[in-house]
């Protein structure tokens, strides 16, 4: 086939293609001028560019043809297909087998389509695309994590496993959180009680009787009840004795009342500043230690902590809406509920915890637990038949009333905070100053009057105070 006919077939071979190849992108040409180096092509993946050669050329030879495809349009241009990721050479010979050029072609992933796709998703977001062998780098500075999130997911459409992300998050990334633990527990009990002592002997020593109801049921209560001896029991907020004798019979009636009520506030606010997306956790109580056996019989100890324990993982999701991962727990020893074994004595505890997951944004607040709780108990006991008897049935029937009201609210509000300049805060302890001996020892005072003046606690130390508030401890 001569020369003529080999260009007519390709353009023809073309032509049929047509429909299937990516048209050659505009702009994109490369000129060769003999005898002066030719300059890099950059070629996208799926698309075309063509060279020139101001002389014509002979043959052409591609080093790779995976990374990149040729076809001859004339004796003086070149068409060029990239179809891979990578760099091969293009050798561009003339008729006298002579070496007109070599062309360095780097096929790359088209970032043309990914970068308006991006602008249509995350419009304002300042990402700079570039492309590095045969991946996508990304850099710049996005305003959140989610768009972060967002921009490599698009990018590893187009080049999967093989994005690079130089982007960082700009704005505020650390999250302070404020937990307020509230409890109040309510419990009012009454009890009423009477007990019949009776001892002696009846028809003229004939026929001997001994007994008792409720608390003068045995031996010892009959004795003390007659003896006129109150009852030991430190819930016997009242007690009265009656007596008398008939004879050779002695009686004797005790009567006990109780009521009790108590009222218990528990409040906890811990706070707690964390990086977002990582954890922080926060103790402020005390361990433990509980023996426990191992199978080689020995006795080792475990610390167990009780307390205020707080962990958050936080995550600024977008702009200041604010993702939390939380666990919060309120936890006191109860020695009422222990019990001992083997020569030790293991308290039990009191613990309120929860765990969840909220978003919300900067300052807003969220109830993420509550408990409302209601006991109620009510007994009565009696001697049968003799508690039904109207009026006296009350010295056999006793009678006791208790009622527990728990309740408990956890709520957490997250708040973005930056750094400050640590003359602006202000301790616990800097408005406290050691007294000198005369301050102690002539106006007996346990710290000194001067208050100080500059920083975060001279600022405090310049406040009223004065007023009916605060805590007053007797």
Known sequence: MSYSNYITAALFGLALAGPVLVAPAQGQTLQVLQGTPSEALNVPMNRAVVIESDVPFAELSIANPGIADISSLSDRTIYVLGKAPGRTTLTILGGDG?????????VTPDIAEFKERLEQILPGEPIEVRTANDGIVLSGTVSSIAKLDRALELASRYAPDRVSNLMSVGGTQQVMLRVRFAEMQRSVS????????????????????????NAANSTAGITNTL?????????????MVFGFNAGGLEVGILLEALEARGVVRTLAEPNLTALSGQEATFLAGGEYPVPVAQDSGSITIEYKPFGVELSFIPRVVDGDLI???????????????GFTQGGFTIDAFKRRETSTTVEMRDGESFAIAGLLSDDFTDLTGQVPWLGDIPVLGSLFRSAEFARKQTELVIIVTPHLVTPTRGEALALPTDRVR????????????????????TGGAGEVARQDFSGSYGYVLD
């Open 98 to 106: 002579r070496l007109i050029t070599n062309v360095d072609v780097h």
């Open 190 to 213: 009454k009890s009423l009680s009477s007990s019949l002592a009776v001892q002696g002997s009846l028809l003229n020593n004939n026929l001997g009787l001994s007994g008792g109801t």
């Open 434 to 453: 050691p007294p000198s001996e005369a301050e102690l020892f002539l106006y007996g005072r346990v710290a000194g009057s001067t208050a100080p003046t």
């Open 227 to 239: 003896g006129g001896g109150l009852s030991s029991s430190p819930d016997a907020n009242g007690a």
């Open 323 to 337: 993702n939390l991962e939380l666990k919060a727990s309120v936890s006191s020893i109860d020695p009422t509920n």
